[in-house]
């Protein structure tokens, strides 16, 4: 029995399938149906990614002057926790804004409002691994 050929997908398609993914203008399942692959295979793409991206970074750092690894990993993880604080607060910064709306008017339904932000921001939280 002949073994299926591994496929292969250029380094430009996969980082415009990361793109669309993270961007959010597609889904991990749209772009599979795409690629004739797994949703599996466009979330590793996605850690590949996250992975080179933190690699390059650390490389910059080591530049800059910084030698100790333990030093690197820290200033990395520092930057990765800011970036998660700051998407925290663009989310807080959405709803306090959404709720003020909601305060200063008086005709529009609330509910309906608050439900599709709730909507909103399940579907944004980051999906938790088995």
Do not use: H
């Not at 599979?32 to 295979?41: D, R, T, V, Y």
């Not at 991206?53 to 690894?69: C, K, N």
Request: hydrophobic share 35%; glycine share 4%; proline share 4%.
């Amino acid at each position: 029995m002949a073994k299926k050929a591994k496929r292969q997908f250029k380094p430009e398609d996969k980082a415009r399938a990361v793109d669309d993914y993270v961007s959010g203008r597609r889904s991990a399942a749209q772009l599979a149906a795409e690629f004739g692959c797994s949703p599996n295979l466009v979330y590793r793409w996605k850690a590949e990614a996250d992975a080179a991206r933190r690699d390059d970074r650390a490389a910059e750092i080591e530049a800059s002057g910084v030698r100790d690894p333990r030093d690197i990993k820290r200033i990395l993880d520092l930057e990765d926790e800011l970036e998660a604080y700051k998407k925290t607060v663009a989310e807080q910064t959405v709803l306090i804004d959404l709720l003020k709306k909601l305060r200063d008017s008086r005709t529009s339904a609330p509910e309906s409002e608050l439900i599709g932000l709730i909507r909103t921001t399940k579907n944004s939280a980051p999906k938790r691994r088995r």
